[in-house]
C-alpha cells in the first residue's frame, strides 16, 4: 500500500477536470496508470470515503474527492465514522492514533 500515491492520485482528480473526466469514464483504466494495491483501487472505484479515511488519506483532498463523487458536508462525516466502525483506527497519516484509546 502506498498512501503517497492514492494521495497522489486524489490531488490529480481534484485538481484536473481533464483527470476527474477521465476517472469517471474509465475509474479502472485511469487507476490502471498508478502503482495502487487492489484494496487502493477499490476504494476509489466506489468510491469508499470511509476506507480512504482509515488508509490515512488526508481530509483536505478526502473532502474535495467526495464532494466531486456527490458526497454532502453531512454524509462525508457519516462515511468517515462508519470507516472507523468497519475498518478500525486510522492506519498512516496524520490522523494516525498512537498511544492507547479506550
Known amino acids: 500500500m502506498s498512501l503517497?500515491?492514492?494521495q497522489k492520485v486524489i490531488y490529480e482528480?481534484?485538481?484536473s477536470p481533464e483527470?476527474?473526466?477521465?476517472?469517471?469514464?474509465a475509474p479502472g483504466e485511469y487507476l490502471s496508470a498508478h502503482?495502487?494495491?487492489?484494496q487502493e483501487t477499490q476504494a476509489l472505484q466506489r468510491p469508499d470515503i470511509?476506507?480512504?479515511y482509515v488508509l490515512g488519506v488526508n481530509g483536505?483532498?478526502?473532502m474535495h474527492f467526495a464532494a466531486a463523487a456527490g458526497y454532502d458536508w453531512n454524509a462525508y462525516l457519516e462515511a468517515m465514522r462508519t470507516g472507523l466502525r468497519e475498518h478500525?483506527?486510522?492506519?498512516a497519516g496524520i490522523y494516525k492514533a498512537v498511544g492507547e484509546h479506550p
Open 19 to 25: 483527470a476527474l473526466r477521465r476517472f469517471r469514464s
Open 60 to 62: 483536505q483532498l478526502l
Open 35 to 38: 502503482e495502487l494495491d487492489p
Open 88 to 91: 478500525g483506527p486510522v492506519r
Open 4 to 6: 503517497y500515491g492514492v
Open 13 to 15: 482528480l481534484n485538481r
Open 50 to 52: 470511509g476506507l480512504l
